[in-house]
Every structure is written in structure tokens, then in C-alpha cells.
Nanobody
Framework: QVQLVESGGGLVQAGGSLRLSCDAS????????MGWYRQAPGKQRDLVAA???????NYADSVKGRFTISRDTFKNAVYLQMNSLKPEDTAVYYC?????????WGQGTQVTVSS
């Protein structure tokens, strides 16, 4: 049974934009942080962006200034607005939700950026 539902991935040309969504409405526990990770073929899964309970955000250097993470605390949803996409951004993107006791992962959504 899935706790997180991801959407918004797809194929775009370099310079284009995508908006990823993660629906965490099924999670009723207290959430400490929400974030997005990505994993390219043959590489490790790396943090892209995170937002803490208090609203502070962290970004990987490679996406800073291009990506924006946001959340809807009432709906328990987290979003990733991706602008000025580059081929290097091509990866499977995973939603992550850190609760008081359990770390949840989405099943991933493919983002492909063509040259």
C-alpha cells in the first residue's frame, strides 16, 4: 500500500520547466521534513531539495536558483518547481517524507531533459 503519490514527471527540452507534486495526505503522523531526491542510472540517490517543519529550505548546489521547493501543510503535499532544466537533471525523482517515527518514500517519477 502506497503512502505517497508522485506526479508531474515527463520529457522536456533543455530550458523548459516541470512541476513535481507529492501527495502525502495519507500520512497522519507529525511531519518533520519533506524533500525531493533524484537518482540517475548508475549513480547514488542524492538530495535535491528539502523543507523543514519551520519552513526553512535546503538545495543542492546544482539546482540552486533554478528549483523551488514548497509545501501545503493543510493538504500534506510537497512540490518541486523546476525551471531552466538541463540534461544533467535527467533522473528518477523521489519524494521523501520524514515523520516523527517513519521515513516514507515515493515510488519515483521519471524526468528526462533532452538537449
Amino acid at each position: 500500500q502506497v503512502q505517497l503519490v508522485e506526479s508531474g514527471g515527463g520529457l522536456v527540452q533543455a530550458g523548459g520547466s516541470l512541476r513535481l507534486s507529492c501527495d502525502a495526505s495519507r500520512i497522519l503522523f507529525s511531519i518533520n521534513a519533506m524533500g525531493w531526491y533524484r537518482q540517475a542510472p548508475g549513480k547514488q540517490r542524492d538530495l535535491v531539495a528539502a523543507i523543514k517543519r519551520g519552513g526553512s529550505t535546503n538545495y543542492a548546489d546544482s539546482v540552486k536558483g533554478r528549483f523551488t521547493i514548497s509545501r501545503d501543510t493543510f493538504k500534506n503535499a510537497v512540490y518541486l518547481q523546476m525551471n531552466s532544466l538541463k540534461p544533467e537533471d535527467t533522473a528518477v525523482y523521489y519524494c521523501n517524507v520524514d515523520t516523527v517515527s517513519v521515513d516514507y518514500w515515493g515510488q519515483g517519477t521519471q524526468v528526462t531533459v533532452s538537449s
